[in-house]
């Protein structure tokens, strides 16, 4: 079976083709600039014309979709009910899920008949108890809004979580690990038994971390104390901490970590601040984590930074589990979370896909403003 791997976002579409079972990768690309100036494709639907060109014989297609809130706990196939849920999400992932559907719904114009699949990076963390995932507001703000804890990058720790257990050659029931999932983006997870338990993001990808350029954890009120002194309005406010702070905003340098490296070898301060930051917060939620599992028996490292920078990784682990009498192992392993969602999408339809072809778009969701 033919399955393409779609991973939609705002101006462009990520793309692998595997052959399932096998896993075996046939093609690869990007289009990008999508809707820009001066762009040759002007929205999703030609950027999805372009790369049909490319690949044939299409069986199924799978979609990474950041976030599916309470509604998605699994992958599902995709239809106008599942179509109109992820719609709805769009109100609290207004940067993601808009491109997603944009996506989805090319998809079942360019191809009425082939069967979609949607695969949510929240739906891993749908497992973490109501205790971890709800925040000390009032109740109603989690009735009337769905104000929680949801996390993300849900597909990577999945795949590198049962990666590890394969090659620890010990069943993922059995194991308590922590992931790492360290880019420019970054998120831990404490997976217990094959299950999140907890996650360092929260309702949005800002919380947990210090990252490239996100803030991370901080005390709530320095959100209006600094909006009062520098005069901001809530759009700045945002700008502020998702785009202006974390590596970037401490060492004023930059957000790359091979960058700031370089800088704090040759006696930057700052750098090496920032470094030393990024460092103690990822020691802080491992031995949280630790606690929370009662244990560890691994911890992984995965994406740009948790792959490739062995010393940022040597620091991390540092003495950090000396006080055990058996260390957990250490592994680093690369996600793929376009195999993984190629896995999800093939077992989807192979034991749950009912008669019938692909998404039938109803007269609402052919205008969709996304798929123009």
């Keep these: 079976m033919k399955i393409l791997v779609i991973n939609s976002g705002s101006s462009s579409i990520k793309y692998k083709l595997f052959v399932m079972p096998k896993e075996k990768l046939l093609a690869k690309g990007i289009i990008e600039h999508i809707g820009e100036k001066g762009s040759n494709v002007g929205n999703h639907y030609a950027g999805l014309k372009l790369i049909l060109n490319k690949v044939n014989s299409i069986d199924a297609i799978g979609h990474r979709v950041v976030h599916g809130a309470e509604s998605f706990k699994k992958p599902v196939l995709i239809n106008n009910s599942v179509i109109k849920k992820i719609k709805q999400c769009c109100a609290i992932a207004p940067l993601h899920n808009p491109a997603n559907l944009a996506g989805i719904i090319a998809c079942a114009r360019l191809l009425p008949g082939v069967k979609q699949a949607a695969v949510f990076d929240t ?50 029931n059995k194991l308590k690990i922590i992931t790492c999932h360290l880019g420019n983006g970054c998120s831990i997870t404490a997976v217990d038994r094959g299950k999140s338990i907890d996650t360092s993001m929260g309702f949005t990808p800002l919380e947990g971390l210090i990252m490239g350029t996100r803030c991370g954890d901080i005390d709530p009120a320095l959100v209006t104390y600094i909006m009062r002194k520098e005069k901001l309005d809530t759009h700045e406010m945002d700008i502020l901490l998702n785009k202006e702070s974390g590596l970037k905003g401490i060492s004023g340098i930059s957000n790359d970590m091979r960058v700031l490296e370089e800088k704090a070898k040759s006696g930057n301060k700052r750098a090496k601040l920032a470094i030393d930051i ?37 620091k991390i682990t540092k003495n950090i589990f000396k006080h055990f009498k058996k260390a957990p192992k250490v592994l680093v392993i690369p996600t793929n979370e376009e195999l993984m969602i190629a896995k999800q999408t093939y077992q989807l339809i192979k034991e749950f896909s009912p008669a019938g072809g692909g998404v039938s778009l109803d007269k609402r969701l052919r205008s969709f403003p996304w798929s123009r």
């Excluded at 891993?124 to 993300?152: D, M, N, T, V």
């Excluded at 939620?285 to 040597?314: H, P, W």
């Design 123 to 172: 739906a891993f963390h749908q497992s973490i108890p109501e205790y971890a995932y709800i925040y000390g507001l009032p109740y109603e703000f989690y009735s009337k809004f769905c104000i929680r804890k949801y996390g993300f990058h849900g597909t990577s720790h999945e795949y590198v979580a049962h990666e590890a257990a394969r090659i620890l050659k010990k069943p993922i």
């Design 278 to 314: 990024f460092i103690y917060r990822i020691r802080k939620y491992i031995g949280a984590y630790t606690a929370i599992m009662s244990g560890c028996d691994c911890l992984v490292f995965t994406a740009g930074i948790g792959e490739n920078q062995k010393s940022i990784r040597l």
